[in-house]
């Protein structure tokens, strides 16, 4: 009869707040399922060297309202080749595991994807970045969380661009998706969103700033997601002083948004993937991602999680133009 016996799980890229929560759901769900568990610790970097620890119910104590991830994680570029992945797939087999749960982003899924196509192994993810960039899920655990984090922040440039009468450009993460720039703009009543999925001209830029200023307007704040094509925050700065003699602050969030303790939707986020990833082994779905859409639970081939774009919400974007002007 085929049954999961032996499971291990890690978290993978870039942490992110609920990452704690949904290792304590994994663990304790297959604990109450008669299944021995093993955290890897490090990431694909800590497989391929063999870092794999037994996990009990008291491993997972007092770590639900904690920021980061106790399993350490990382970026493995060993990982990204063959032999890495065949070293991987020595050490679980080694370990006579049967089941892997991958705690990540795309990335983490690429390497997920690739263990079962290369050497057929059970794996299942849970989206984990705060990005939100995931095709498949409504939500990615430490989304919410990061943006409360920038949100608060955002609130309090307000306080200080409109004491001073100043522009802020706020740069917030997201290297390829808007989704926590457009969620903390609108949010934060920002005067302008710079998402990279849109475009926006320099010269477009310059002259909005010049129309609120005879709007009457004597601060205003534009959110920056890393990777709009102008450039960083910084970089638009500098052109809009060179081009349009215009005045700009710049604060570059940063890491602050990838720390911290999670909301209450992550925690009940990772706490529910963390169930459904461990069911769904053991329903035998495999090269599968677990997320949360419309209020239930889903399940999405890995390689549809990376090739299929999660788009902005139109009405969003909408909604933005409409309120901030
Ligand atoms: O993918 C999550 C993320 O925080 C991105 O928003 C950001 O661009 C990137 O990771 C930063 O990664 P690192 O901490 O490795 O520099």
Redo the contacts with the bound molecule.
């Keep these: 009869m085929y049954t999961i016996k032996r499971l291990a799980l890690l978290t993978s ?2 942490d992110a707040p609920g990452m704690n929560a949904a290792i304590r759901a994994v663990v304790r769900t297959a604990i109450d399922q008669g299944i021995n568990v093993f955290g890897i610790y490090g990431g694909y970097e800590g497989l391929i060297e063999g870092e794999v620890m037994p996990m009990s119910r008291r491993s997972v104590s007092n770590i639900i309202q904690k920021g980061g991830t106790f399993l350490k994680t990382s ?1 493995s570029e060993a990982f990204l080749h063959k032999a890495g992945r065949k070293r991987g797939a020595d050490v679980l087999k080694e370990w006579d595991i049967d089941g892997l749960v991958v705690i990540g ?1 795309d990335g983490s899924f690429h390497g997920a994807h690739a263990l079962y196509e290369e050497h057929k192994f059970n794996v299942i993810g849970i989206p984990g ?3 939100n960039d995931i095709f498949g899920t409504d939500l990615t655990i430490g989304y919410d969380t990061a943006v409360h984090t920038a949100l608060d922040s955002i609130d309090k440039i307000r306080d200080t661009a409109a004491s001073h009468d100043r522009i802020f450009l706020v740069e917030v ?3 390829r998706a808007g989704f926590i720039a457009l969620e903390v703009g609108i949010c934060g009543g920002a005067e302008e969103i710079l998402v990279p999925e849109s475009e926006t001209s320099l010269e477009h830029l310059g002259e909005m700033i010049k129309t609120w200023s005879k709007a009457g307007k004597t601060s205003s704040l534009l959110v920056v997601a ?1 990777g709009h094509k102008l450039g960083s925050a910084n970089e638009i700065a500098f052109k809009l002083k060179k081009n349009f003699n215009v005045d700009c602050h710049v604060c570059v969030l940063g ?1 602050t948004q ?1 720390g911290g303790s999670p909301t209450a939707t992550d925690r009940l986020l990772a706490s529910r993937l963390g169930y459904h990833a461990v069911q769904a082994l053991l329903e035998r779905k495999t090269d599968i991602m677990v997320g949360w859409s419309n209020n239930h639970v889903t399940y999405t081939p890995l390689l549809e999680t990376w090739e299929k774009k999660k788009p902005l919400d139109s009405e969003l974007l909408k909604i933005y133009r409409i309120l901030s002007s």
Aim: net charge positive; charged share 40%.
């Design positions: 890229g870039g970026r982003g970045t705060i990005d993460m997201g290297r890393e890491h990838r």
